[in-house]
T-cell receptor
Framework: ETGVTQTPRHLVMGMTNKKSLKCEQH?????MYWYKQSAKKPLELMFV???????ENNSVPSRFSPECPNSSHLFLHLHTLQPEDSALYLC??????????????FGPGTRLTVL | DQQVKQNSPSLSVQEGRISILNCDYT??????FLWYKKYPAEGPTFLIS?????DKNEDGRFTVFLNKSAKHLSLHIVPSQPGDSAVYFC??????????????FGQGTILTVHP
């Protein structure tokens, strides 16, 4: 596997379900990110992890719970979601240090539908 | 308040001609700018970037121009090819402090290159 992988690619869940999205990066990066892309909206940053520590929570509701056990893996645990949470969830990774290394590399995304 | 704006939702270009995609930003703290390309059902792919200490960066058929005084950047693709048809996102970041790792994206421009 190379680059940034995400599973599952598609997920349909009810509002009472609990599910998790998984992201893995094979690039040797130490920063990982979760983004949300809703229809006709820009990508919205949700969470940032640097060296496994959360450094940014962009006012995300608590029904989204991230977990970063190590620099290569990132999870997004979902529970009691709302239909408006249906979106494409993208994971990305990057080096940290200077702006020149800020280039983020994205996974293919998980298309989430909440019924 | 959208800090990065791509005011053209779509652009149609003939194969072989130049494609010019535009992006405006409002935050004067942004010092690193990136362009991503996105195909359907895939995550964004990094294309080219520019630091605020430069006004031009070129990589093959792709050139990014930065006009700091106008807070404007553009991506030129020449010659355009049908395979360039995708959604193009402009993104910006500010180095250091609590802004580190935060990419702010524009809404995207759909480029269609006709054979």
């Amino acid at each position: 596997e190379t680059g940034v992988t995400q599973t599952p690619r598609h997920l349909v869940m009810g509002m009472t379900n609990k599910k998790s999205l998984k992201c893995e990066q094979h690039l040797g990066h130490n920063a990982m990110y979760w983004y949300k892309q809703s229809a006709k909206k820009p990508l919205e940053l949700m969470f940032v992890y640097n060296f496994k520590e959360q450094t940014e929570n962009n006012s995300v509701p608590s029904r989204f719970s991230p977990e970063c056990p190590n620099s290569s893996h990132l999870f997004l645990h979902l529970h009691t979601l709302q239909p408006e949470d249906s979106a494409l969830y993208l994971c990305a990774s990057s080096h940290t240090g200077t702006s020149d290394l800020d280039t983020q590399y994205f996974g293919p995304g998980t298309r989430l539908t909440v019924l | 308040d959208q800090q990065v704006k791509q005011n053209s939702p779509s652009l149609s270009v003939q194969e072989g001609r130049i494609s010019i995609l535009n992006c405006d930003y409002t935050n004067s703290m942004f010092d690193y700018f990136l362009w991503y390309k996105k195909y359907p059902a895939e995550g964004p792919t990094f294309l080219i970037s520019i630091s605020s200490i430069k006004d031009k960066n070129e990589d093959g058929r792709f050139t990014v121009f930065l006009n700091k005084s106008a807070k404007h950047l553009s991506l030129h693709i020449v010659p355009s090819q049908p395979g360039d048809s995708a959604v193009y996102f402009c993104a910006a970041s500010a180095a250091g402090g609590t802004s580190y790792g935060k990419l702010t994206f524009g809404q995207g421009t759909i480029l269609t290159v006709h054979p």
